[in-house]
């Protein structure tokens, strides 16, 4: 199958992640001929009648420089004082540069739960699109200066993906310092290969980034990855791109180097986009290999394939399936409590109501309920994708 990587301005809606280096300079401040500059390629997309969303990072590293503070690591209060004093230049900044091509921003600050809490997210979802009919372009950032660390996204790179999926967008570019994934962190590997295309985010692609066990992320490649999986789950196709170029949108367009990863192609309903991009779910049930099997082929997940259970969940809580060595495989709600689901574990459907004393639903996680997250029977996939990647090098 030749998979068509489409131009940027043959989509719809498409979502720009910013990196805060590509907007601030540590030393001089805001980089204005920088953003000058993606504006007007904003602008081109724009007046070929694409929605185009930001996701603009940028507002801690502006507070530094405006308040002159030290470099080395902040204090929680300290970033969050930052924030606040560098969110409202860079909102500005924003402003008046995509004012002079006649465009019109708006300021969308997201917490976690703005996403995660099912009617939180509708909400948001429904500003985006006003914003969106009346021509505007939304510049979004997690709102720093109230999210604690339990609370919060942390990096702008998943942020950008489930504004993706909350805006039906079909397409997220990523702008860093990076120009793609390679098959190894380029500057300590000289065998490096850069993937030009990556038709699905397989083990091995998940491997590159640095493993989904691996505390250090490669380059901020491993939330890129992430942000790559929430995105394509949901039909929307993802760019990684250096930014480091003015007209940074032009560049890829005329064919500047980047990593393109090809959306799913068969996308999930909404609902089960949300259940997918969820960044915390609330358990973790291990499956045996017939469950894994059986939830490939589209079936529900019944209490005798799963082998352990792990968390404070409650019912219809987002929780993750692993196969049995320990991948994520699924997402979805489940239909019992934690100390429920443990008592049915392993047991069949039909012993339910003798064990907990009432008739509950016969499924664990019902497939309506459930949507696949990663790679199934992972063995024999492994080898199609080292195919795949193969034909991809570039
Ligand atoms: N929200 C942070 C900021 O604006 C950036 C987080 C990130 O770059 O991933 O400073």
Redesign the pocket.
């Known amino acids: 199958m030749t998979l068509l990587r489409k131009a940027i301005g043959d989509h719809h809606r498409v979502v720009i992640k910013i990196?805060?280096a590509l907007l601030v300079d540590r030393k001089t401040g805001l980089k204005s001929a920088w953003l000058d500059a993606i504006c007007d390629d904003i602008a081109e997309l724009k007046a070929k009648g694409i929605d185009v969303l930001v996701v603009?990072?940028?507002?801690?590293?502006?507070?530094r420089t405006v308040l002159d503070l030290p470099s080395g690591a902040l204090k929680l209060e300290e970033?969050q004082a930052?924030?606040a004093v560098?969110?409202i230049s860079?909102a500005r900044a924003w402003s008046q540069s995509l004012s002079r091509d006649g465009i019109v921003a708006g300021q969308i600050l997201l917490t976690l739960g703005d996403t995660e809490e099912r009617r939180r997210y509708l909400n948001a979802r429904a500003t985006l699109n006003q914003l969106l009919k009346i021509g505007a372009v939304p510049i979004i950032?997690?709102n720093?200066t109230v999210?604690t660390s339990e609370i919060r996204?942390?990096?702008?790179?998943r942020?950008a993906a489930r504004v993706a999926t909350m805006a039906g967008a079909d397409l997220l570019v990523l702008l860093s310092d990076i120009d793609g994934l390679y098959t190894a962190p380029p500057h300590l590997d000289p065998q490096a290969k850069f993937l030009e295309v990556i038709p699905e985010i397989t083990a091995e692609i998940e491997e590159m980034a640095g493993g989904p066990a691996s505390e250090l992320s490669r380059g901020?490649m491993r939330?890129k990855i992430d942000a790559g999986k929430i995105a394509t789950t949901a039909g929307c196709a993802m760019i990684i791109a250096s930014g480091k170029t003015d007209h940074p949108l032009r560049a890829i367009e005329e064919g500047a180097r980047s990593s393109w990863f090809a959306p799913s192609g068969t996308p999930v309903t909404a609902r089960k986009t949300w259940i997918a991009g969820q960044l915390q779910p609330a358990g973790e049930l291990t499956v045996d290999e017939g469950a894994e099997i059986a939830l490939g082929s589209g079936k529900s997940l019944l209490p005798a394939g799963v082998r352990q259970i792990e968390g404070h969940f409650h019912r219809a809580d987002t929780v993750a399936i692993l196969g049995p060595d320990g991948r994520e495989i699924a997402r979805g709600l489940v239909s019992y409590d934690a100390e429920e689901a443990r008592q049915i574990a392993g047991r069949k459907s039909g012993e339910i109501e003798d064990i907990l004393g009432y008739a509950g639903r016969a499924a664990m996680v019902h497939r309506d309920d459930l949507v696949i997250t990663g790679p199934i029977g992972r063995r024999n996939r492994r080898d199609d994708a080292r195919k795949e990647n193969a034909a991809n090098v570039g």
Request: glycine content about 22%; proline content about 0%; cysteine-free.
């Open positions: 990196g805060s603009s990072s940028g507002a801690i590293a502006m507070g970033s930052a924030a560098g969110q860079l950032n997690e720093d999210a996204y942390g990096d702008n790179d942020l901020g939330t």
